[in-house]
């Protein structure tokens, strides 16, 4: 019978001991209620819990109040801020001993109080980038239209150019083609004149051979 009890026993020390160490981040903004709970089901009175921090230490034994009376021990342990700073911003380690000084249970807690002014400066900061980036694709948006209506532009004109050119050919080839063709007339022309004339002087010879 009493090596039952002392195995239960030493189960429930065992189960304890489990949660000796572990730890919380909570985040808060200035100003608000904050709540640092143990998380302890079963308290013995005679039980001391101990609070620390680099700028502040609480116990059950000595003290249930801070210094700046902005927080206060509870009687199941946990440490409960009214009001919080950002100087209160920090690690809370938590030690609950038992009647005999046995330490059972520790916790740490890191506590992030931000401050209004550079929440409203990140809230700021990241509107005024959401509002940059939007302006940057804005801004691309318009130079690539622009660069698309300047390449359509100059494919155009170098349509235009190859289109007159072919009709500059053309009429060059027309011009240079019937220059051609008045020269051969007038060629035709002067070889049939010099033709006639050479026909007539044969003929007033033949017309003096005979005379005489």
Known sequence: MLAVVWLSS????MMMSSD???GKNITARSGEAVLLSSNLQEIDLGWDFRWTHPKLVVSSKTNCTCHHKRCELLRNGSL???QVLPSDSGNYSLEVFTKTGKNIQNI???LKVE???SSSS???SSSSSVVVSVLICCLLVLLFHIIFFILVRRRRRSRMTDTNTGHLEENIYVVMHGNHGNKTKDGEKQEKEEESHYVTQQMSVAEED???
């Open 20 to 22: 000796a160490v572990s």
């Open 122 to 124: 990140s809230s700021s």
């Open 10 to 13: 030493l189960m429930m020390m």
């Open 108 to 110: 740490v807690f890191l």
């Open 80 to 82: 409960r801020f009214s």
């Open 210 to 212: 005979i005379y005489v």
């Open 115 to 117: 401050d209004d002014i």
